[in-house]
């Protein structure tokens, strides 16, 4: 796909997501893509869905704690002060444009887990302008060109991590997206303790991914 039509498709999430908000049970909006069938994927040609739940999922709630606690302490966002921490390390960052960041985090629970962030503090994905919607197709693309590339073309699971519907204007809290590979399996250990062993360095797996052409 051209960057065209990878905006189409981020568009129409977009449009989606709005529809799904003005229904008054929904709190959630899950936007997220499943690629391969280690990620669990069901039907062979490609997909991704939209899920609206009743409910803020526990993880969700969890997150959003850590993000309000961390608020109250220091008057800043988490996420905002995420992106000028490794901005600043640099060793984790796999492309920086205008708009989007695109790193691996510290301490990823899975080999080349890939974070995208937007660089303006917008809670929800709803919030992203036509413009926005536009460069981040284009970091999409080249991430999951190199991915493809440098992985040959793993299974993996990506998802839009947005505010629950109506917290919007939450100061503290930023969408962002979530890339995974599925090049490694959660075993005993991870199920019993949730504790993730994660067998690859980011500095070394973003720097393999910064020096892939495409």
Known sequence: MNDVEVTE??????????????????????VFKNHGPAAGTSLEHPHSQLVATAIVPRHMRM??????????????????????RELEAGTRIVMETERFVVFHPFASHRPFETWIMPKTN??????????????????LRITLLKLYRGLDNPDFNFVIDSAPVGEERADFYQW????????SEAAGFEIGSGIFINTALPEETAGFMRDLKV
């Open 63 to 84: 997150q959003y704690e850590v993000a309000i606690s961390y608020y109250d302490d220091n008057g800043r966002c988490l996420y905002s002060d995420l992106i000028v």
């Open 122 to 139: 917008q809670a929800s994905f709803n919030q992203a302008s036509g413009e926005d919607i536009r460069h981040l197709a284009q970091v």
């Open 176 to 183: 962002h997206m979530r890339i995974i590979p599925r090049i």
């Open 9 to 30: 498709v981020l568009r129409a999430y977009r449009q989606r997501y709005d529809a799904m908000a003005q229904t008054p049970f929904v709190k959630s909006i899950i």
